[in-house]
Protein backbone atom coordinates (compact mmCIF):
# COMPACT_ATOMS: atom_id res chain seq x y z
CA UNK A 1 0.00 0.00 0.00
CA UNK A 2 3.08 2.35 0.72
CA UNK A 3 4.97 2.10 -2.28
CA UNK A 4 1.44 2.28 -4.52
CA UNK A 5 0.80 5.80 -2.47
CA UNK A 6 4.07 6.53 -3.25
CA UNK A 7 4.25 5.97 -6.61
CA UNK A 8 0.14 7.37 -7.13
CA UNK A 9 1.24 10.92 -5.48
CA UNK A 10 4.74 10.91 -7.58
CA UNK A 11 2.86 9.93 -10.68
CA UNK A 12 0.60 13.33 -9.82
CA UNK A 13 3.79 15.57 -9.02
CA UNK A 14 7.38 15.62 -8.42
CA UNK A 15 7.48 16.18 -4.43
CA UNK A 16 9.88 16.45 -1.35
CA UNK A 17 9.82 13.35 1.02
CA UNK A 18 8.02 15.68 3.57
CA UNK A 19 5.37 16.54 1.38
CA UNK A 20 5.20 13.17 0.04
CA UNK A 21 4.30 11.94 3.72
CA UNK A 22 2.20 14.75 4.33
CA UNK A 23 0.24 13.35 1.43
CA UNK A 24 0.21 9.91 2.05
CA UNK A 25 -1.03 10.34 5.69
CA UNK A 26 -3.76 12.36 4.77
CA UNK A 27 -4.90 9.45 2.55
CA UNK A 28 -4.21 6.50 4.78
CA UNK A 29 -2.51 8.29 8.10
CA UNK A 30 -5.69 7.85 9.94
CA UNK A 31 -5.53 3.88 9.84
CA UNK A 32 -2.19 3.21 9.11
CA UNK A 33 0.57 5.87 9.83
CA UNK A 34 3.32 6.58 8.19
CA UNK A 35 6.84 6.82 9.86
CA UNK A 36 9.89 8.34 8.25
CA UNK A 37 11.50 5.19 9.56
CA UNK A 38 8.92 3.18 6.70
CA UNK A 39 9.20 5.59 4.02
CA UNK A 40 12.56 6.59 3.98
CA UNK A 41 13.93 3.18 3.50
CA UNK A 42 11.23 2.78 1.23
CA UNK A 43 11.93 4.98 -1.38
CA UNK A 44 15.57 4.12 -1.32
CA UNK A 45 14.39 0.84 -2.31
CA UNK A 46 12.20 2.11 -4.94
CA UNK A 47 15.06 4.84 -6.53
CA UNK A 48 17.43 1.73 -6.24
CA UNK A 49 14.69 -0.45 -8.48
CA UNK A 50 14.80 2.71 -10.84
CA UNK A 51 11.33 3.68 -10.33
CA UNK A 52 11.83 6.93 -8.39
CA UNK A 53 14.68 9.61 -9.25
CA UNK A 54 16.03 12.28 -6.48
CA UNK A 55 16.91 15.60 -7.48
CA UNK A 56 18.78 18.41 -5.20
CA UNK A 57 17.29 21.82 -4.81
CA UNK A 58 18.01 25.08 -3.01
CA UNK A 59 15.82 25.00 0.17
CA UNK A 60 13.96 28.32 0.33
CA UNK A 61 15.08 28.68 3.98
CA UNK A 62 17.31 25.89 4.96
CA UNK A 63 18.99 22.77 3.49
CA UNK A 64 18.92 21.68 0.13
CA UNK A 65 15.67 19.53 -0.17
CA UNK A 66 15.40 16.35 -2.35
CA UNK A 67 12.74 16.01 -4.89
CA UNK A 68 11.66 12.50 -6.19
CA UNK A 69 10.03 11.78 -9.22
CA UNK A 70 9.02 8.97 -10.84
CA UNK A 71 10.91 7.43 -14.03
CA UNK A 72 9.24 6.25 -16.82
CA UNK A 73 9.42 2.54 -14.97
CA UNK A 74 7.65 3.64 -11.83
CA UNK A 75 4.99 4.91 -14.18
CA UNK A 76 4.93 1.53 -15.75
CA UNK A 77 5.09 -0.50 -12.25
CA UNK A 78 2.27 1.94 -11.24
CA UNK A 79 0.07 1.29 -14.06
CA UNK A 80 0.80 -2.63 -13.69
CA UNK A 81 -0.35 -2.40 -10.18
CA UNK A 82 -3.58 -0.70 -10.90
CA UNK A 83 -4.43 -3.19 -13.65
CA UNK A 84 -3.35 -6.29 -11.69
CA UNK A 85 -3.98 -5.40 -7.99
CA UNK A 86 -3.83 -8.32 -5.55
CA UNK A 87 -6.92 -9.92 -3.47
CA UNK A 88 -6.02 -8.00 -0.78
CA UNK A 89 -5.95 -4.43 -2.45
CA UNK A 90 -9.54 -5.33 -3.29
CA UNK A 91 -10.77 -7.14 -0.48
CA UNK A 92 -9.43 -4.64 2.69
CA UNK A 93 -10.84 -1.64 2.44
CA UNK A 94 -8.06 1.14 3.16
CA UNK A 95 -5.83 -1.09 0.66
CA UNK A 96 -9.27 -0.12 -1.80
CA UNK A 97 -8.82 3.84 -1.37
CA UNK A 98 -5.03 3.50 -1.68
CA UNK A 99 -6.15 1.36 -5.41
CA UNK A 100 -9.17 3.82 -5.81
CA UNK A 101 -7.17 7.12 -5.05
CA UNK A 102 -4.74 6.21 -8.59
CA UNK A 103 -6.98 4.67 -10.51
CA UNK A 104 -7.71 7.27 -12.98
CA UNK A 105 -3.92 6.92 -13.98
CA UNK A 106 -4.73 3.94 -15.65
CA UNK A 107 -5.77 5.27 -19.11
CA UNK A 108 -7.69 2.19 -20.29
CA UNK A 109 -11.96 2.50 -19.20
CA UNK A 110 -11.84 -1.05 -19.83
CA UNK A 111 -8.81 -2.03 -17.46
CA UNK A 112 -10.64 0.33 -14.69
CA UNK A 113 -13.63 -1.64 -14.92
CA UNK A 114 -12.04 -4.65 -14.82
CA UNK A 115 -10.81 -3.71 -11.40
CA UNK A 116 -13.79 -2.13 -9.87
CA UNK A 117 -15.91 -5.64 -11.44
CA UNK A 118 -13.47 -7.62 -8.74
CA UNK A 119 -14.18 -5.24 -5.98
CA UNK A 120 -17.99 -5.40 -6.99
CA UNK A 121 -17.54 -8.84 -7.12
CA UNK A 122 -16.58 -9.35 -3.78
CA UNK A 123 -18.78 -6.84 -1.96
CA UNK A 124 -21.71 -8.95 -3.43
CA UNK A 125 -20.87 -11.99 -1.68
CA UNK A 126 -22.55 -12.81 1.08
CA UNK A 127 -20.43 -11.16 4.31
CA UNK A 128 -20.54 -10.45 7.66
CA UNK A 129 -18.45 -9.62 10.81
CA UNK A 130 -20.77 -11.97 12.90
CA UNK A 131 -21.25 -15.87 12.10
CA UNK A 132 -23.82 -18.52 13.57
CA UNK A 133 -21.35 -21.87 12.16
CA UNK A 134 -21.02 -20.66 8.47
CA UNK A 135 -23.99 -18.64 8.38
CA UNK A 136 -23.34 -14.73 8.78
CA UNK A 137 -25.53 -12.79 10.70
CA UNK A 138 -27.17 -10.05 10.03
CA UNK A 139 -27.89 -7.24 12.19
CA UNK A 140 -31.85 -7.55 12.86
CA UNK A 141 -30.69 -11.00 14.16
CA UNK A 142 -28.34 -9.45 17.15
CA UNK A 143 -29.20 -8.29 20.25
CA UNK A 144 -26.15 -6.69 21.42
CA UNK A 145 -27.17 -2.73 20.13
CA UNK A 146 -22.95 -2.17 19.25
CA UNK A 147 -22.73 -5.14 17.44
CA UNK A 148 -26.06 -4.33 15.70
CA UNK A 149 -25.08 -0.92 14.61
CA UNK A 150 -21.47 -2.18 13.47
CA UNK A 151 -23.63 -4.11 10.98
CA UNK A 152 -25.96 -1.51 10.18
CA UNK A 153 -23.40 1.11 9.61
CA UNK A 154 -21.37 -1.47 7.23
CA UNK A 155 -24.38 -2.73 5.14
CA UNK A 156 -24.92 1.32 4.50
CA UNK A 157 -21.80 1.86 3.76
CA UNK A 158 -21.36 -1.28 0.77
CA UNK A 159 -25.18 0.09 -0.46
CA UNK A 160 -23.34 3.05 -1.05
CA UNK A 161 -20.35 1.55 -2.48
CA UNK A 162 -22.66 -0.81 -4.45
CA UNK A 163 -24.72 1.96 -5.96
CA UNK A 164 -21.45 4.28 -6.78
CA UNK A 165 -19.17 0.83 -8.42
CA UNK A 166 -22.45 0.03 -10.78
CA UNK A 167 -23.22 3.35 -11.91
CA UNK A 168 -19.07 4.07 -12.30
CA UNK A 169 -18.85 0.54 -14.70
CA UNK A 170 -21.72 1.33 -16.60
CA UNK A 171 -20.26 4.84 -17.45
CA UNK A 172 -16.41 3.55 -17.98
CA UNK A 173 -18.79 0.85 -20.08
CA UNK A 174 -20.32 3.65 -21.93
Known amino acids: MLELAILGFLYDAPLHGYELRKRIAALTGHVKPVAESTLYPAIKRMEKAGLLARATQPGAVAAPRHVLTLTEDGRGELRRRLAEPDRRDITDENRWFTVLAFLRHLDDPVAQAAVLRRRLAFLEEPASFFY??????????????????????????????????????????G
Open 132 to 173: EGDRPLRAEELDDPFRRGLLTIARATSRAELTWLRETIGSLD
